[in-house]
Each structure stands twice: as C-alpha cells, then as structure tokens.
C-alpha cells in the first residue's frame, strides 16, 4: 500500500536492510539500495514512492 508518512517531529536516517526502494524527500527522489543510508531532517515531508521487498532500520534523534 501507499507510504502515509507525516513529517517527523525528529531528524531520522534510514539505512536499508534489504530490498530496494525509492525515498522522495521534499519532492526530490533519492535511489536507495542495500547498505546505503539516508538522512531526512525534522519536518521534512518524506515517503517512499516505489519500493520491493524493502527492510529499513529507522534511527530517530530527540529533537531539542
């Protein structure tokens, strides 16, 4: 189904696991694999727009 992330209250980096996907980020698209990683900033609107067989590990840092 669709990604109906909100934008974060908190800065994330997303690294993949497994899989493939494509995270959109603020409107520009960003390719991911396995074994990169990726930063989106507190309140910025992000979703992945295409994606298979996806695994992600989400670290989250408290906002100050």
């Known amino acids: 189904g669709p990604d109906r992330q909100q934008p974060p209250a908190h800065d ?5 696991l497994e899989g493939s ?4 980020i603020e409107g520009a ?3 991911l694999e396995v074994g990169q990683a990726i930063f ?3 309140g910025a609107d ?3 727009t295409a994606y298979e ?3 992600v590990l989400v670290a989250f ?3 100050r």
């Open 40 to 42: 989106v900033a507190a």
């Open 61 to 63: 840092a408290k906002a």
């Open 12 to 16: 994330e980096v997303y690294v993949v």
């Open 21 to 24: 996907g494509v995270l959109e």
């Open 29 to 31: 698209e960003h390719a």
């Open 53 to 55: 067989q996806l695994s």
């Open 46 to 48: 992000h979703r992945f």
